[in-house]
């Protein structure tokens, strides 16, 4: 994935979280009813421990303030900070979305490192980076998701990144459109549930991302490669709910899954990349997912 030196990426909001504690505002989940449901749904793309999030997060330290990252203006900043590289991937998806959905607003990203306490509740790198609904971020811890990546087995690299924001990106479209309401109202896991379908069309967004990621002749992506394409769908394989459970456990179980199966999760970022639109992500009218 090469990058576009002149590209602005300052409109991407990137922010670090970080400043100390800010008294006693604590971390508690800050929603009603469905809300922690969302929270273990949205949590796990990597299918880890949710109990972070859930937690009381009222100690010292866990409300932070955001710092902006600062110095990321143009693509060639990457050079020189590579941590520019998350506004390049927000700049890019924020920019397709913009012009694909009537009503877009754009959402920003927070990263984080061991812990940090958001809209939905504290939540603990454990869980993986996840989009927080009710405050409409995106929480990444971002050395972390690199470790998890390769501990997964996935080779990783900046495309898989990019598909894993773009994911993440993809369940805030979803909370535009409405569609994560609809699905949060049911409570059931397995291979063909609402939470699963969920995950599935957040993954055919990303594809349909990649696919248009370097369409815009002044966009922060100026190239993409084959490799990078294994990459995604390498990452995407690897995140599946039954390769994790074969990781964790030594065993399978369909009826828990929340995210879908490594198949499944292959099948619809495929999709999304092949058709290149976003009307193709329908898993909810699908009656085969993969
Ligand atoms: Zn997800």
């Known amino acids: 994935m090469q990058y576009r030196d002149s590209a602005d990426i300052s409109g991407a909001s990137v922010n670090q979280a970080g400043g100390g504690s800010r008294g006693s505002a604590g971390g508690r989940l800050a929603v009603g009813g469905g809300g922690t449901i969302v929270v273990l749904i949205l949590a796990l793309i990597f299918g880890c421990d949710p109990s972070g999030l859930l937690g009381g997060g009222t100690g010292s330290g866990d409300t932070q303030v955001a710092n902006p990252v600062t ?57 993986g980076p996840f989009y927080c609904p009710v405050d409409q971020v995106i929480y990444i ?51 063909g549930s609402a939470s699963v379908r969920l995950e599935l069309q957040a993954d055919c967004y990303a594809g349909v991302w990649f696919r248009h990621s370097t369409d815009d002749p002044n966009g922060a992506i100026k190239s993409v490669t084959q490799d990078d394409l294994n990459r995604i769908i390498d990452a995407a394989i ?51 997912l993969g």
């Open 71 to 127: 110095q990321c203006t143009r693509g060639s900043d990457i050079q020189a900070n590579r941590e520019c590289r998350w506004n390049a991937y927000m700049a890019s998806i924020g920019a397709y979305w913009s012009g694909a959905l009537q009503g877009f607003k754009a959402t920003s990203m927070t990263t984080f490192s061991g812990r940090v306490s958001t809209g939905c509740g504290a939540a603990t790198s454990s869980v």
């Open 141 to 191: 811890d971002t050395a972390y998701t690199a470790t998890l990546l390769s501990q997964l087995g996935a080779r990783g690299g900046d495309a898989a990144e990019a598909y894993i924001v773009a994911h993440e990106y993809g369940h805030h479209i979803q909370n535009l459109t409405g569609v994560m309401a609809k699905a949060q109202s049911s409570t059931q896991t397995g291979a």
């Open 238 to 288: 690897a995140v599946g709910d039954d390769a994790i459970q074969k990781a964790q456990t030594g065993s399978v179980n369909q009826e828990s899954w929340t995210h879908g199966s490594s198949a499944q999760r292959k099948n619809w970022t495929s999709i999304g990349f092949k058709t290149g639109d976003p009307n193709k992500c329908d898993t909810f009218s699908a009656t085969t």
